[in-house]
């Protein structure tokens, strides 16, 4: 994955899962906090989708807003919504939650955006390769996929603060 241009002022990023219901929206909700928490708001896009269009305009899975809830993290304004072919083009990173939506990114994807696709875990591979889909769990499921966020989100924010430098993003 390559940095979109340092002279760039806005860095956008797309978090994917299958439904766009618990691991994106989480990955989006817990990612734009560490952003703002970091007071890089206003040089961050940030949004999540889902390869399919199972749960397109529903909200959040309810134990995936009460774990995020939890954590000081509100994801109750979001709308679930299916990936577009214009996503490819508009983001500068765009992280697929597990192998199966990576694969179904890049069937999707044209050539010469797939450079902007990664799985999230890459930013935390010690944690495993994958953010497992808590759907069929219970609340400890939702626990653990905010668990791993919580590291992959955290480094994959230094990275491109690195890769880009923190004066370009605060510029």
């Known amino acids: 994955m390559t940095a979109p241009d340092s002279t760039v002022s ?3 990023v797309l978090f994917v899962c299958l439904g766009n219901i618990c691991r994106s929206p989480s990955a989006e909700g817990m990612f ?6 970091a007071g890089l708001e206003s040089r961050f896009e940030i949004d999540s989708a889902g390869t399919l269009d199972y749960h397109a305009g529903e909200r959040a899975d309810r134990r995936s807003e009460h774990a995020a809830q939890r954590r000081g993290i509100d994801i109750s304004k979001h709308r679930a919504r299916q990936i577009e072919p214009l996503d490819f083009e508009r983001y500068d990173y765009i992280l697929a939650m597990d192998k199966s939506n990576l694969a179904n990114l890049e ?9 902007k696709l990664a799985l999230m875990m890459s930013f935390a591979p010690t944690l495993g390769d994958e953010v497992p889909d808590p759907y069929y769990g219970d609340s400890a499921a939702f626990e653990n996929v905010l668990d791993m966020l919580e590291k992959a ?3 994959f924010l230094t990275h491109i603060v690195e890769k880009q430098s923190l ?5």
Do not use: E, G, Q, W
């Open 153 to 155: 989100c955290r480094n």
């Open 32 to 37: 734009r906090k560490y952003v703002v928490d």
């Open 107 to 115: 069937r999707l994807c044209p050539a010469a955006h797939r450079h």
């Open 10 to 12: 806005t860095v956008k």
């Open 167 to 171: 004066s370009a993003l605060k510029a």
